[in-house]
């Protein structure tokens, strides 16, 4: 009976203690706030208490609910829909859990869930550690975010730090980009990967390679560092660092940039290219490379769209033979029209021609060039026979000239013009005129509107002079109308010859012949054998030839009658010796090149 009365005591005890609502028995100080049932087992070394239907416990910030659990000491095992809450910022669910309430460790497992904030990380098993706010993990873990997953064999979720580590067979992704590497941190807050492994990212069509850097999956801003490379269908970017903004579709290649499109290349200490609006800046050293054309200058700026290419700073352009330097240079592929500013030098290494001028507009059309100045007028240098001829005025023109010849092939000829106070200036001649054209096809000046040519110490004047080169040496000059020729003797003598026409033709570069065709006239001065004036001869007929050695009158032809009159010396006063529209204008020649291309000219 003594027995039966000790079980019965027990027993009442169990059910009483049951009801109580802060539970104090055992050391681990979890309390037991509801159990549908409660059983304890005092028949081992230590009270095991069994907890069955609704069970909720808590400690300190801690709660826990589940189907069932056993409670041995410090450590309660759960089972069954089981949720691990901790301060209402981590909740977690799994099908069961240990809880070592003296360490602070909790080891969940199957169908694992953590949720903090919006994200939520699937596992089958997790070491939480209570006190840290740290869940570690040796199974494959998916985190999820919104649209963005990240899943990864081995990893450290940090709630406190707000930073994890995630290793082995890392995958992210989110709509169209996918990243993979080997292990990478994550900013929980930011919902932002660290990359600190050799990583690989896909997003539509574009693949990027880097083993350090950063990727914002919330705002899509990222920085790929450590060998960054980027590759989307033909295009190839590299550089020391890749920053990309997904808010305004921009890539920027920090130094060392090069990024290939096709056969175009563009290479900076800095590139950033909008794909929004499809335009790419070239910045410092920079240098754009399309087939043949290359570009180079401090920053170049090209719109995909406009095909248009601007460059600030000093910059050149080359295609071909043609070379453009200036300050700042725009071109229109669609247009076909470009312009160049400040400090404007146009080569073409193939004919040996420069242009320089202030400004310069172009169109690839007709290959024309328009040049004129703000600071000093443009002028061209021409090399003749390892010389520089020099043409400068105040507006200055080139274009493309197509020719078919009689057999039906075609040509193009580049021809040259100038207007307004053009001055043309070279070691052994010198002209002026209002106008003039020179075509490359045939190597013709052709100098238009009181036209004046100098050669030392002869002056060529008529309406219209033409001037033909043959290999780069003036070949024969033509006076077309009122041809008035002056040679200067000294002070105020002078040989003169008019005419309608006058050819004169040269021989390395020095005159030979000249014939002067209508209503020819000449007067000059005669000379003994001790090179002593002697008397003037002016002679009328209707041609004449002259010709020449060594620059010196050796011998004259007169045709058709011609009528002339000797005035010994003596009766002679050399300044009224001239002949009708006589104008000596020597002072009118060009000196230099800084005299030809002042404005004030």
Known sequence: MKQLLTILFFTLFFFLSYG????????????????????????????????????????????????????????????????????????????????????EKVYLY???????????????????????????????????????????????????NKISTFYEDVIVTKEDMSLRTDSLKYLTEENKTIFIAPTRIVENERKIYCEAGFYNLDSGEAEFSGNPQLLELEKNATASKI????????????????????????????????????????IGQAQFIDGDKITKGEKIIYNEKTESVQLDG??????????????????????????????????????????????LRM???????????????????????????????????????????????????????????????????KAICDSLSFNERDSIFKLYKNPIVWSDTTQFSGDTIFMYLKNKKVDHLEIRKNAFIVSRLEAETY?????????????????AEMDVVGNAESLYYMRDDEEKYIGVNKTLCSKMTFYFEEKELMDIKFYSKPESVLTPIQKINPITQRLELFNWQIDKAPINLLSIIAMDK
Not at 27 to 56: F, M, P
Not at 64 to 90: H, P, W, Y
Not at 331 to 354: E, P
Request: a negative charge; proline letters at 0%; glycine letters at 8%.
């Open 495 to 511: 040989d003169q010859i008019k005419g309608r026409y006058v050819d004169a033709r040269f021989v390395d570069g020095e005159i």
């Open 110 to 160: 199957k169908d694992v869930t953590l949720e903090n904030g919006d994200q939520q990380l699937y596992t089958q098993s997790m070491i939480y550690d209570v006190s840290n706010k740290i869940g570690t993990f040796q199974d494959t873990a998916i985190l999820k975010k919104d649209l963005s997953l990240l899943q990864s064999k081995k990893g450290r979720y940090d709630v406190n």
């Open 243 to 282: 920053l990309y903004s997904q808010n305004d579709s921009t890539l920027t290649l920090i130094d060392n940039a090069r990024f290939i499109d096709g056969e175009k290349i563009a290479i900076g200490d800095t590139i950033i290219h909008n794909n929004k609006i499809k335009e790419t800046q070239l």
């Open 363 to 429: 169109d690839k059309n007709d290959e024309s060039l328009f040049s004129y100045g703000e600071e000093q007028r443009p002028y061209v240098i021409n090399m003749l026979d390892g010389d520089s001829l020099y043409l400068a005025g105040d507006t200055l023109q080139s274009f493309q000239e197509i020719v078919t010849d009689t057999l039906g092939v075609s040509d193009t000829s580049r021809i040259f013009t100038a207007r307004g106070g053009v001055d043309i200036l070279k070691t052994d001649f």
């Open 20 to 103: 109580q609502e802060e539970d104090t028995l055992f050391q681990s100080k979890i309390y037991v706030e509801n159990a549908n049932s409660s059983v304890q087992d005092l028949s081992g070394a230590d009270l095991v208490r069994y907890l069955n239907g609704d069970v909720r416990m808590y400690k300190d910030s801690v709660f826990m609910f589940c189907d069932s659990a056993r409670m041995i000491g410090n450590k309660v095992t759960a089972l069954g829909n089981v949720v691990f809450v901790q301060a209402d910022t981590v909740k977690m669910f799994c099908d069961s859990l240990v809880y070592f309430s003296d360490i």
């Open 314 to 359: 000093q910059a050149t352009y080359r295609e071909g033979s043609t070379v453009l330097d200036a300050d700042r240079l725009i071109f229109d592929d669609l247009t076909g029209r470009g312009q160049g500013s400040g400090n404007v030098i146009w080569k073409d290494t193939s004919s040996n021609i420069t242009m320089i001028a202030d400004q």
